[in-house]
């Protein structure tokens, strides 16, 4: 590892730990040259799908649009950081269990509603509004109903 301090490449490492759910390393580690201490983590790099836009591009998969989405969509709504960013890697990890190679942008923001539907349901409809893009207010009362409905059968 380059120190950033020196651009030595020579370190050692100090301690090592790992994050609550396993998925990243934390590492301090020492230049063995001007003996300054840094922080490095360390995540396994995953295959993830290339995603298959609605005009035919493919670009890589990235899940700061989808954090993105759902924190303009949660915003001023007592939805905390850290429920977003779990839904997030939920929604990452299922894209990544299926190992299809491309996934198209539908099947994400599908995804992202089913999991907001059940976060909070007026960042669904904020969502829902954007990504489906209603023509008229009929549209958009229909998806309110439906989504009443579902929400009277729960109780």
Known sequence: MKCPFCAHIEDKVIDSRLSQDGDVTRRRRECLKCGKRFTTYERVEEALPLVIKKDGRRELFDRT???????????????????????????????????????????????????????????YVRFASVYREFRDINEFMKELKGLLEVSKKKK
């Open 65 to 123: 649009k989808i954090l993105n989405g759902i924190l303009r969509a949660c915003e001023k709504r007592p939805v905390g950081i850290e429920t977003i960013e779990t839904t997030v890697d939920g929604i990452e990890k299922d894209f990544i269990e299926t190992a299809v190679r491309e996934i198209q942008s539908s099947a994400i923001g599908a995804a992202v509603m089913e999991k907001l539907k059940s976060l909070d349901e007026v960042a």
